[in-house]
């Protein structure tokens, strides 16, 4: 079991560039989610699914766009990159409905110039 | 608003100096408590799950306590390879599903 494995580790992007960020999870989880962290401020959600084709906007959703095609995968895009955006992102997924307990990828540590 | 303040920011002990970590929180009726362990450059790994005031979770040598308004990770005779941040986080009634955080304590253990 690889657990949740995140894609590209590290990304420089100029400002107004475009990427995906790819996470990938074989734990058969019904719910993903997409954090920020930031020093000093904890981590924060972006958007979050509760199963294939479903997504929602969490507490930091602007600027970010999420899709959900397969059970397995959850996609995180930037359309036009700025520099507020430079973070680590973590992708989690949890099975859901009841069981709360959320597993974290390694992250990807995304600069934006 | 759900809330969580973690204290002390950051803890130096020597090795086999016990000592707590506290994690204080205001929600809206407590569906779970965690705590995780992040290593430098890593994801958060899940540590324990707390529910009800005065469960208490024990691995290796870290033990979990939780109250009405706190939780504690107690750690006894630390190692220099449980030098990481520990990070609480709430799960609450309202809404959806959403984890809300603390900053962390950042623990470092030294020979």
């Known amino acids: 079991n690889a657990g949740v494995t995140q894609t590209p580790k590290f990304r420089v992007l100029k400002t107004g560039q475009s990427m995906t960020l790819l996470c990938a999870q074989d734990m058969n989880h019904e719910y993903m989610y997409w954090y920020r962290q930031d020093p000093g401020m904890g981590l924060r959600l972006i958007h979050y699914s509760v199963g294939e084709g479903t997504t929602a906007k969490g507490e930091v959703p602007d600027g970010y766009n999420v899709s959900r095609l397969k059970k397995q995968n959850f996609l995180l895009g930037l359309e036009s990159a700025a520099p507020s955006q430079t973070s680590v992102y973590f992708c989690?997924?949890?099975?859901?409905?009841?069981?709360?307990?959320?597993?974290f990828g390694p992250g990807t540590r995304l600069t934006v110039t | 608003e759900d809330q969580v303040t973690q204290s002390p920011e950051a803890l130096r002990l020597q090795e086999g100096e016990s000592s707590s970590l506290n994690c204080s929180y205001t929600?809206?009726?407590?569906?779970?408590l965690f705590w995780y362990r992040q290593d430098p450059g890593k994801g958060p790994e899940f540590l324990f799950t707390l529910y009800s005031a005065g469960e208490e979770k024990e691995k290796e040598r870290l033990k979990a306590t939780l109250t009405k308004k706190e939780s504690f990770l107690h750690i006894t005779a630390p190692k220099p390879e449980d030098s990481a941040t520990y990070l609480c986080a709430v799960l609450g009634y309202t809404g959806f599903q959403k984890l809300v955080f603390g900053t962390g304590t950042r623990l470092l253990v030294s020979p």
């Open positions: 989690a997924s949890s099975y859901g409905q009841g069981n709360y307990e959320q597993y």
């Open positions: 929600v809206s009726g407590l569906r779970g």
